[in-house]
DNA sequence: CAAATTCTGCATCGATCGATGCAAAAAGGA
DNA sequence: TCCTTTTTGCATCGATCGATGCAGAATTTG
């Protein structure tokens, strides 16, 4: 009845994220977008509202991803607890290493946007937040495992423990960002193991 | 020979840091900064090149008082060398603690500009890369210290036990800016000094 | 084929960006 | 007091920002 897109949603979105992923959101204009997506502004306001919607859709798409993929990685009834924690380090160092360029990592776009947006958006601190706490949970309630069968010999809090091994991938993050090679990230992850076993 | 200025240059490059650190580089504008300045665009133009230049002033003028502040600690000879490590967290919990606004914490200049332009400024990014190194290697030779002393029981090199407690302070940096309390704050100091005793 | 509906391409909007030109104001030195 | 030098206040520059208006193209339905 109407004239179809001539794009897929999909595909837009994974570039978008990329897009962003890589310069942040105020420093890609819509004009950036636009190149990077091959359309015109008018066609990108009319299926996304605006930049921050777009924005928002893009950033959604990373979470769920990005969490899906590690919450598998937590939940690999294959392994002992503290093993998936290991494998969780060593995930987020070889995305690093992949995303590195020019010698300097895209790091990770909800840490990127923490630092760029949580402040002063309260919608998508909001989304944020959410995310946070999905793998926080899921960390907290391995770590409680660990914890129960003696792989992990920390007495601490399990959800303290949970928001330790996230403050250090953030960290992680940081340092890729500002220029860390593999080496230098491998031993932050290796040395936070040791606060946990 | 000729007319004064009107403004003392040090309580300038005070304010503007403030600002810059509180919104960030790209996010502050010269119309912001001059009206937290009281001051006219032209006058700061003439005292300071440009928006850049003045923001290389304000972020020198950050990372000489802070790092300062964190190397006194570090090398405090009244204390072992595991004690300058815990009050040096204690020093970053209580700063955050100070600069939190609206349950968002201001995080720390530093890692906000790594975040926000060591990608795409390598000017900048070696600024940051030189006053990482003096943190580094401030920390890594207390370190070493403790581990010959005891105090630190940790076998691992002590140039990779630094990075790890640097990037733990940067994974706190994130945490706060994500809008972290005090104790899941605290919590993750205290997990990464087990990794270390 | 014709009507209805949506999408696309181009031009352009007002707002804001960093930065500058210029004349008046303000000081010191003669 | 007058000359020289620098700062200051105001207006404005060209570029870019996010966003929109509108006519024509494209497609489904009748």
Redesign the interface.
């Known amino acids: 009845m109407a004239r179809p897109r001539s794009f897929d949603e999909n595909q837009v979105l994974e570039t978008a994220m990329r897009t962003f992923w890589a310069?942040?959101y105020?420093?890609t204009s819509t004009r950036d977008l636009c190149d990077a997506l091959g359309l015109d502004r008018s066609s990108v306001y009319n299926a996304f509202t605006n930049k921050r919607e777009l924005f928002k859709r893009a950033l959604t798409r990373y979470m769920d991803a990005t969490t899906a993929d590690q919450l598998q990685i937590l939940e690999d009834p294959g392994r002992p607890p503290a093993d998936r924690i290991r494998a969780l380090f060593a995930r987020i160092l070889r995305t690093e290493a992949e995303n590195r360029r020019?010698g300097?990592?895209?790091?990770c776009l909800t840490?990127?946007t923490?630092?760029?947006l949580?402040?002063?958006d309260p919608e998508i601190?909001l989304m944020?937040?959410r995310d946070?706490e999905r793998r926080l949970a899921a960390l907290a309630a391995i770590i409680g495992v660990g914890q129960r069968d003696g792989g992990i010999g920390?007495a601490?809090?399990a959800?303290?423990?949970a928001?330790?091994v996230?403050?250090?991938?953030?960290?992680?993050?940081?340092?890729a960002?500002?220029?860390?090679d593999d080496a230098?990230l491998e031993?932050?992850a290796?040395?936070?193991m040791?606060?946990l076993v």
């Open positions: 310069h942040g105020e420093s020019d300097y990592g895209l790091g840490v990127n923490t630092m760029e949580a402040g002063r601190a944020l937040e946070a920390s601490r809090d959800a303290a423990l928001r330790f996230n403050a250090v991938i953030a960290g992680i993050r940081v340092a960002q500002g220029g860390a230098a031993a932050i290796a040395a936070a040791d606060a």
